[in-house]
């Protein structure tokens, strides 16, 4: 395991490089302009370096002696993963390996030849699996219906079998902060259930451990980050299936909450490290049946939302009801 605080970057070469200078006004602003996005670049690169060390060490998803299989699909998402763990693997205390797995699904018009020759001039190890999923899709899911559930089913068992044939020991996708609660929001609205994409969890074939190094990383930060490192994105819609309806309804309605409350989002992304069992409705997570009161005073107890402006003012609350019970 390793800890965010060795993360500190180097200043990247772009902000240190000798500038030309000349006297005139506009050349001045020039060189100031480009100090500035040199800096907040390196200021991008650091806080995404600090916010995966800072996922990678409270989940505990590296170890000595690992080998991370990171699965590269050609988006910005996983071109990030892969260069940010490069980045932490230099800094780390420990040792662990990468191999950057793509799966050729074989769609139409897919650049082949894009991720050997980016990651070839990396210089990591690479496996390129080559499976027609995109036949087998198309001659299954009839004309019109939605093909991403069979398709990411087959990528899956594909990715976990070359994993297990590759030997390594953990699997890591790119999904970021942003997917994290988008899926928290649509189990909730269309499934029922308080469920999101865990940081760490076991795959279903129970023989791999999956890892989300970018657990703490907003998408509009990758989204920078892809261009200012250039990376040479593969359109995402070369199967020619539409983008999740659901998903992107539930996008907007997160961009509008943080443009009308900022911070909100903020709060949700804390909550889902927070859970009180006690006080939600799952009879498996807390022992409801066997409840007894004990005596004892819970300083911590529901007390929390006893100021909200619903809520009828402290001060007119007779003090011989204890405040604690307001809430429930
Ligand atoms: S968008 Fe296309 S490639 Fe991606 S999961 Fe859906 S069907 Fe598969």
């Known amino acids: 395991m390793f800890a965010p605080n060795l993360l500190d970057l180097p200043t990247p070469s772009a902000a240190t490089e000798p500038v030309t200078m000349t006297t005139t006004n506009s050349s001045v602003n020039s060189v100031k302009q480009i100090e500035k996005i040199a800096h907040e670049n390196n200021k991008l690169h650091k806080r995404l370096c600090r916010q995966v060390g800072q996922a990678i060490g409270d989940f505990n998803m590296i170890e000595d002696g690992d080998k991370i299989m990171v699965c590269l699909s050609g988006g910005k998402d996983s071109y990030a993963l892969l260069d940010i763990l490069m980045t932490l693997r230099e800094r780390a205390p420990i040792n662990f390996d990468i191999i950057a797995v793509n799966l050729d699904q074989k769609q139409p018009n897919f650049p082949a030849h894009i991720l050997p020759e980016y990651l070839t001039k990396l210089g990591v190890a690479f496996h390129i699996e080559n499976q027609d999923t995109y036949s087998i899709v198309k ?21 976990y079998r070359v994993a297990t044939e590759l030997g390594a020991t953990k699997v890591a996708l790119g999904h970021h902060r942003d997917d994290i609660m988008e899926t928290f929001f649509l189990n909730m609205f269309f499934g029922g259930k308080l469920k999101s994409m865990p940081p760490k969890l076991q795959s279903d074939d129970g023989k791999q451990i999956v890892i989300r190094p970018l657990a703490y990383v907003e998408e509009k930060d990758l989204t920078r980050y892809a261009e200012v490192k250039q990376f040479p994105i593969i359109p995402c819609d070369l199967c020619g299936s539409q983008e999740n309806l659901q998903r992107k309804q539930i996008k907007g309605m997160l961009r509008e909450w943080e443009k009308k409350h900022p911070g909100r989002v903020d709060n949700i992304f804390a909550s889902l490290s927070t859970v009180a069992p006690s006080h939600l409705m799952d009879r498996k997570l807390f022992g409801f049946t066997d409840l007894k009161a004990d005596g004892v005073a819970d300083a911590n107890g529901d007390i929390a939302f006893d100021d909200e402006p619903c809520a009828t003012p402290t001060s007119t609350i007779p003090n011989i009801i204890p405040l604690r019970t307001m809430d429930e």
């Not at 001659?139 to 990715?159: A, D, H, M, Q």
């Open 139 to 159: 001659r299954v899911i009839p004309e019109g219906k939605t093909t991403c559930s069979l398709c990411s089913r087959l990528r899956r068992g594909i990715l």
